[in-house]
């Protein structure tokens, strides 16, 4: 069992950066793939960025490469979002997950998510 705690989330103006948190318990933590998904309102929850295990590869939704960076730190048992230059279409909810896969981006192969933290970006 793995338990994740996002934090970070606020309210910015556009442009602005914010560092999301994801601090997990429980489990070893780098057995399992990252990921941050988002759902804003009235849309599907989607993928933002995975990483893999080790933290040597990552991927990226189109929407936000060049401007999300993901990371993590085995030692300290946290995932982290860095979100830069934000767009008011990223206000939403940032959920992170965890998977036993190595690295993953499909929804369906996460197996442990957190309760999520609100990004809204204001004009």
């Known amino acids: 069992q793995v338990q994740l705690v996002e934090s970070g989330g606020g309210l910015v103006q556009a442009g602005a950066s914010l560092r999301l948190s994801c601090a997990a318990s429980?489990?070893?933590?780098?057995?399992?793939?990252m990921g941050w998904f988002r759902r804003a309102p009235g849309k599907e929850r989607e993928i933002v960025a995975a990483?893999?295990?080790?933290?040597?590869?990552?991927d990226y939704a189109d929407a936000v490469k060049g401007r999300f960076t993901i990371s993590r730190d085995n030692a300290k048992n946290t995932v982290y979002l860095q979100m830069n230059d934000l767009k008011l279409e990223d206000t939403a909810v940032y959920y992170c997950?965890?998977?036993?896969?190595?690295?993953?981006?499909?929804?369906?192969?996460?197996?442990?998510w957190g309760q999520g933290t609100q990004v809204t970006v204001s004009s």
């Open positions: 997950a965890a998977s036993k896969m190595i690295i993953a981006i499909h929804e369906s192969v996460y197996d442990y």
């Open positions: 429980g489990r070893a933590f780098n057995n399992y793939g």
């Open positions: 990483i893999s295990r080790s933290g040597g590869n990552t």
